[in-house]
């Protein structure tokens, strides 16, 4: 038989929020090859070797094809309408003996915003509640907040591309050589042709390696240390008096509690030596175009939101954000759609393009497109979901596309909250630790499978097309939620992904220029994006700030201790994150070659604590942390500081987030993942 012949397809990357451009070569049904597109808009022709070569997932055995529905102990196949059918009643049951309130859904960052948008349609109006979030609540929901609240709009504040013209950058807590490593060698090259380079993070990551000033303050202290640069700044006078008089307002509040931090005090809450403090607010602070970015080093803490409030103090005091100069205040955004999954009002306070629930206007503006009431009130965020599948007061939870069993903090009590829901519904790839506690488990594509678009971590639309049919049964998530609305007798419209975009924009005008004819002819557009005759905003706020006032705001708030801190018994303060061949859960790179380059979970160990608990690499060690415990390998490394441990999170089977806590962001409920105080053992 003769092959077919050779097709391409363009494609935006489903791993990271960097959003690589990528043509996927296919030929009989099969991924040839991977390679990044020379005019992709942010990889320039580069992609990494997620992007590049794990696609061997696709045509692993292990894909689910059919439905799966649990009787008794044992997940058994079944046809779609069966297994659509008892999702349904299970819904329609639980709304009728106790309220719409009782069935909530974790919407993904690994769907298109397409299919988050008819998510949270689905929860609104079909079931007629909004418990509906998304895993930013788990990783930069302290960004949206902390930068609505700064500077009026939840994405970054510039283009990336603006941050090749920094001449100084101020990278916190990310790791984007590993990371996001396609941004992460744009930065690197910007510093070799000559940026300075200010690092803040507690492990020797690799931009720290090229930094003018490597800032190692103790995890949880990022608020001491950003009131120290800001004290810095007022101090040695390199605020902008001007821009601080005429776009930004709290400076007196500030500067009032700026007296409380300077850089001795700071030096001995965060353990950064002074002359690092202040040569890093000099750098930072003298620079004509300073830029900063920063990852989830700065969010997932306690007090993560005080976090991005005070860091993009220094932004504003610099007037350096809003303005031609500078790269203001970047997120650098984990999954591939995470941005986007916020961007479409898959949150429980919300809706498509931030506009709160609460909010008579808003909502009568997507009652008028969608036909029906929407809910008033907030709905669940994802802890309060699993604490109230605890308590008894959840019947049914629906999870697309998320391992919330490996991912989640605290994951004896995520497995409780699973087992006490009675129907936990679960769309997967694969059989993931989440699927084995469900009841009803759907057949799930995957990117290479799909249409519709991704927001990168620049606020960027692209398209995603699809390279190939989902294998057997399995379905888009779109196609899975239209099919269920259909089983409940519901007809959400929308009847293609680019009818559900351009619906989105009626509801949330900020896309409503945004289109995917648009997007097939141009690329990409970046949102702000209200009118089809007009490119996107890659840089914000040049005329004004999006707030009520239009100023950029100030923060004046005192650093608080994490909710965890080392004592006799917990000596070391864990750090999880990611490491560069693996995503996430690792469901879909463990199926494929990046497992021979990152074959397991390892914790990293500093040499003079490996020494003191005569642990060598490689070893097995237990860590336990107050809430749970796990056996890893250790590897031995200065990149973590002594006292301080550091493991990814890729393979369920070591269980690292048995050990995170449920300390959370005080004001979005983001999980304390950087702070967990735990004891090493051998063995
Ligand atoms: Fe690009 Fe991120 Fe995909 Fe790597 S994982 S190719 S950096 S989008």
Same mark, same amino acid.
Not at 92 to 105: C, F, K, M, N, Y
Not at 386 to 397: I, K, N, Q
Not at 441 to 458: I, M, Y
């Given at each position: 038989t003769r092959s077919s012949a050779l097709t391409r397809t363009r494609t935006t990357c489903g791993y990271c929020g960097v959003g690589c451009a990528l043509d996927v070569l296919t030929r009989d049904g099969e991924v040839t090859a991977v390679k990044p597109a020379h005019d992709g808009p942010v990889n320039r022709g580069h992609a990494c070797v997620k992007g590049r070569f794990a696609h061997g997932f696709l045509r692993s055995p292990e894909r689910l094809t059919r439905p799966l529905l649990r009787r008794g102990s044992r997940l058994e196949p079944v046809d779609w309408p069966e297994a659509l059918d008892h999702v349904a009643r299970?819904?329609?049951?639980?709304?009728? !003996?106790?309220?719409?309130?009782?069935?909530?859904?974790i919407s993904s960052a690994r769907a298109t915003n397409e299919e988050n948008y008819l998510i949270q349609k689905f929860m609104r109006t079909v079931i007629g509640t909004n418990n509906v979030d998304n895993c930013s609540r788990l990783c930069h929901s302290p960004s949206a907040a902390g930068l609505t609240a700064a500077f009026g709009l939840s994405g970054g504040t510039d283009s990336f591309d603006d941050a090749e013209?920094? %001449?100084?950058?101020?990278?916190?807590?990310?790791?984007?050589?590993? @990371?996001?490593?396609?941004?992460?060698?744009?930065?690197l090259q910007h510093v070799l042709r000559g940026a300075r380079l200010v690092v803040a993070d507690p492990r020797r990551v690799?931009?720290?390696?090229?930094?003018?000033?490597?800032?190692?303050?103790?995890?949880?202290?990022?608020?001491?240390?950003?009131?120290? +640069?800001?004290?810095?700044?007022? %101090?040695?006078?390199? $605020?902008?008096?001007?821009?601080?008089?005429?776009?930004?307002?709290?400076?007196?509040?500030l500067t009032a509690l700026l007296e409380d931090y300077p850089p001795g005090r700071v030096s001995e809450i965060t353990g950064v030596p002074?002359?690092?403090?202040?040569?890093?607010?000099?750098?930072?602070?003298?620079?004509?175009?300073?830029?900063?970015?920063?990852?989830?080093?700065?969010?997932?803490?306690?007090?993560?939101? %005080?976090?991005?409030?005070?860091?993009?103090?220094?932004?504003?005091?610099?007037?350096?954000?809003?303005?031609?100069?500078g790269?203001?205040?970047?997120?650098l955004r984990g999954q591939n759609n995470v941005q986007g999954a916020s961007d479409m009002g898959a949150l429980p306070d919300l809706l498509p393009g931030y506009a709160a629930v609460g909010d008579p206007a808003a909502r009568a503006r997507a009652e008028r497109v969608w036909g029906v009431p929407v809910p008033r009130t907030a709905? +669940?965020?994802?802890? !309060?979901?699993?604490? $109230?599948?605890?308590?008894? %007061?959840?019947?049914? +939870?629906?999870?697309?596309?998320e391992d919330v069993c490996a991912t989640d903090p605290d994951t004896n009590l995520v497995v409780a909250a699973l087992e006490a829901c009675p129907l936990v519904v679960c769309q997967e790839l694969f059989l993931s630790e989440t699927a084995r506690h469900?009841?009803?488990? +759907?057949?799930? @594509?995957?990117?290479?499978?799909?249409?519709?678009?991704?927001?990168?971590?620049?606020?960027?639309?692209?398209?995603?097309?699809?390279?190939l049919s989902p294998p057997g049964q399995a379905r888009t998530d779109f196609a899975i939620v239209q099919a269920l609305a259909a089983t409940l007798g519901a007809d959400l419209g929308c009847p293609t992904p680019a009818a559900a975009l351009a619906e989105c924009g009626r509801v949330a005008p900020v896309f409503g220029g945004i289109s995917h004819q648009r997007l097939d002819q141009e690329g990409a557009l970046a949102w702000p994006c209200p009118d089809a005759g007009r490119p996107g905003t890659g840089k914000l706020y040049l005329d004004r700030f999006a707030t009520a006032d239009g100023l950029a705001h100030l923060a004046?708030?005192?650093y608080l201790p994490p909710g965890e801190s080392p004592d006799g018994d917990y000596p070391f303060i864990l750090v999880t994150g990611r490491r560069w061949a693996h995503y996430n859960s690792g469901s879909m790179t463990r199926r494929t070659g990046n497992l021979r380059l990152d074959p397991a979970d390892r914790i990293d160990v500093n040499p003079a604590d490996a020494a003191r608990h005569a642990v060598r690499d490689g070893d097995p060690v237990t860590v336990e942390s107050r809430h749970g415990r796990a056996t890893l390998n250790a590897r031995i490394t200065d990149e973590t500081a002594p006292g301080q441990l550091f493991c990814a999170f890729h393979f369920p089977a070591s269980r690292v987030n048995a050990l995170t806590s449920g300390h959370a962001d005080t004001v979005t409920s983001c999980p304390e993942y950087k702070v967990t105080a735990v004891r090493l053992s051998p063995g």
């Open positions: 299970g819904m329609r049951a639980a709304i009728a !003996e106790a309220g719409p309130d009782t069935v909530a859904a013209h920094a %001449d100084c950058l101020l990278v916190v807590g990310a790791n984007p050589i590993e @990371a996001h490593p396609v941004v992460g060698a744009r930065l690799g931009l720290a390696e090229h930094a003018d000033v490597h800032l190692r303050a103790r995890p949880g202290t990022n608020v001491a240390l950003f009131n120290g +640069l800001a004290h810095v700044l007022l %101090d040695e006078g390199l $605020a902008d008096l001007d821009f601080l008089r005429r776009r930004a307002t709290g400076l007196a509040e002074v002359p690092d403090l202040v040569a890093a607010a000099r750098l930072y602070g003298r620079a004509e175009r300073p830029a900063i970015i920063y990852g989830l080093g700065v969010t997932e803490h306690l007090h993560g939101t %005080d976090g991005v409030r005070t860091l993009s103090n220094l932004a504003i005091l610099r007037g350096a954000v809003g303005t031609g100069r790269y203001g205040v970047n997120p709905g +669940l965020r994802i802890p !309060e979901m699993f604490a $109230a599948a605890r308590a008894g %007061d959840l019947r049914v +939870l629906w999870v697309v596309g469900a009841d009803v488990v +759907l057949p799930a @594509a995957s990117w290479l499978e799909k249409d519709g678009t991704f927001v990168n971590f620049d606020r960027r639309f692209q398209r995603v097309r699809p390279a004046a708030l005192p």
